[in-house]
Nanobody, 122 residues
């Protein structure tokens, strides 16, 4: 059974950093793309960043230059490093998977994790 588990969320002040982890089980990341998504209260779920097992990446314009994404195939885990956090980054962050490499839109992804809360506030 394909399963993804997010961790690493928390409360951080503006300008601070967090690293989120997405641990995969039941499958290996080879041949898959892992995406990070977020949903703030009253807003639609949006794509944040995606990475393929070979290291191809893309980022939403709102996080470019502040967030980085990486994959550790040995640990079957994808990381989202979030720096220079802003209050508007506050949301529940989810990871999900799709086969191959393509659009980072949420509709193309499945096996959603339970999410991890990120709150940026002073």
């Amino acid at each position: 059974q394909l399963q993804l588990v997010e961790s690493g969320g928390g409360l951080v002040q503006p300008g601070g950093s967090l690293r989120l982890s997405c641990a995969a089980s039941g499958f290996t990341l080879d041949g898959f793309t892992i995406g990070w998504f977020r949903q703030a209260p009253g807003k639609e779920r949006e794509g944040v960043s995606c990475i393929s097992s070979s290291g191809s990446t893309n980022f939403a314009d709102s996080v470019k230059g502040r967030f980085t994404i990486s994959v550790d195939n040995a640990k079957n885990t994808v990381y989202l490093q979030m720096d220079s956090l802003k209050p508007e980054d506050t949301a529940i962050y989810y990871c999900a998977q799709r086969r191959g490499w393509g659009s980072c839109r949420p509709t193309f992804f499945g096996s959603w994790g339970q999410g991890t809360q990120v709150t940026v506030s002073s």
